[in-house]
């Protein structure tokens, strides 16, 4: 943005006040950082209701489309199913540092086995969300508010310390985001990934046993396809953010995979998150 740039340019500038050059080029840093997370709030905000919307008028309606119908409703799911992943792997490279610090690009591979791990993560919960939607109508929403609530609160717990949640509207955007997916990267992550996932598909999993046994859908040509895509999505997505940080993550070198499990690490796990 214009903003941005003239934010960029003034940091390489001295001014009469004095002002030193660090706090200007943290300025610069915070209003890029924040028009990062304004953009992956905008992407989730449009495509994930988006294709939830067109699963579940899939599930709900099974419209009887013809050939080309029915291609071009597929190809929109997978459009904006490959759009939640591209934010997410946007997000992602201004979280490592290329915004903030201007190093180098991730490999090719690094986005790449990233990009396929979001798109099993959000596709089998956005799966989850329209399946449940498609028979248990409104009662989704309790389970999307529960976890948003969760979410609000765990930014709240975190700026009870030190702020580092940021302001209330800061935790609603995150907090509407990890309806769907985790963007966040603790140093150390896994004991906040094995809380935040714990949760995740204990709900996925709830979700999408309350539809097997309560839809009138079980003859359905997408019965049994929808229940193995759960669970082929859930695998694929733990076997790829596994190989992510063993081999392609950018210190892959560096992750220690045996750590302390004391009261201590983990908490620094759940608390000591970058934004």
């Known amino acids: 943005t214009v903003e941005t740039m003239c934010y960029g340019m003034k940091s390489r500038a001295r001014r009469k006040d004095g002002e030193r050059e660090e706090e200007k080029d943290k300025r610069y840093t915070d209003h890029a950082e924040w028009t990062v997370v304004v953009r ?17 008028i899939t599930f709900k309606e099974k419209p009887d489309d013809d050939v080309g119908a029915g291609t071009l409703r597929g190809v929109t799911i997978l459009s904006s199913w490959a759009s939640l992943a591209v934010t997410a792997v946007k997000f992602h490279q201004a979280d490592m540092g290329e915004v903030s610090t201007g190093n180098k690009k991730h490999k090719i591979s690094c986005k790449l086995v990233y990009f396929f791990w979001r798109v099993c993560e959000t596709g089998g919960r956005v799966l989850c969300i329209a399946l449940f939607a498609s028979t248990l109508e409104n ?50 992550s896994r004991y906040l990934y094995l809380v935040y996932y714990a949760l995740f598909y204990t709900e996925n999993f709830l979700m999408l046993a309350f539809w097997a046994v309560m839809t009138s859908d079980r003859d359905a040509w997408f019965y049994i396809p929808a229940i193995v895509t759960v669970i082929v999505l859930f695998l694929l997505h733990i076997i790829t953010q596994l190989f992510y940080y063993k081999w392609v993550h950018p210190k892959a070198g560096d992750i220690e995979w045996c750590m302390k499990c004391d009261r201590e690490t983990v908490l620094q796990s759940l608390k000591n998150v970058d934004f």
Request: aromatic share 26%.
């Open 40 to 56: 992956l709030f905008e992407g989730f905000l449009e495509a994930a209701p988006q294709l939830c919307f067109q699963l579940y």
């Open 139 to 188: 009662w989704v929403f309790g389970i999307v508010g529960f976890h948003f609530v969760l979410m609000l609160v765990w930014f709240v717990w975190i700026d009870s310390d030190d702020g580092a949640a940021g302001t209330a509207v800061f935790g609603v955007l995150f907090g509407y985001i990890m309806v769907f997916y985790i963007p966040f990267h603790p140093r150390p």
